[in-house]
């Protein structure tokens, strides 16, 4: 997505400073996207007969999401480069740095596995809790971005309603699978 920036004021008044800004379309996508992912990777923890490690599952969690930031943004930098701007620019680095709500969107979950690691509590817990945290941030995102388009609150809702479904789609398919 392109940067945003203030043109300038009317004929004969200097332009104002240039103001950079991650839009919130941006902010959405790559925050819903990492909470999406964090929870699949978190509920992807429970392998059968393996002993918990969550200081190590901890890391693997955050190590993806910086890894599927960078090729998210890279793949930007590569449809540029397709569409016929070959021309290396500061541009292409911004790309691959605004997908840093992603990475952003997994700290809850890296927050609650860590206090797993501390002994505060089990690593299934921790997970259970990350599920739950992640699938109420989805509606919330959801219901935010209704209401910053202008819609009311019962539409909001279930557009929140409807995102949350995705958390729920991933917590019924742990239990299934666990």
Request: glycine residues 10%; proline residues 5%; hydrophobic residues 50%.
């Amino acid at each position: 997505m392109p940067d945003r920036a203030d043109s300038g004021g009317p004929d004969g008044v200097a332009p104002r400073a240039v103001v950079r800004r991650q839009p919130p379309e941006q902010w959405l996508f790559s925050g819903i996207y990492g909470l999406v992912l964090a929870s699949a990777l978190v509920a992807a923890l429970d392998a059968g007969g393996e002993e918990a490690d969550p200081g190590a599952d901890t890391l693997w969690l955050l190590l993806t999401a910086l890894a599927s930031s960078a090729a998210h943004g890279y793949a930007h930098v590569i449809a540029q480069r397709a569409s016929g701007d070959g021309a290396a620019t500061t541009s292409r680095l911004r790309s691959v740095l605004t997908e840093w709500p992603l990475v952003v969107a997994v700290l809850p979950t890296v927050g609650l596995l860590l206090a797993s690691v501390a002994g505060w509590w089990t690593e299934e817990a921790a997970a259970d809790a990350a599920l739950l945290f992640n699938t109420t941030a989805l509606f919330a995102l959801g219901t935010w971005a209704a209401r910053t388009a202008g819609h009311g609150w019962p539409s909001s809702c279930l557009a929140g309603a409807l995102d949350m479904l995705i958390g729920l789609v991933i917590i019924l398919a742990n239990s299934l699978i666990h």
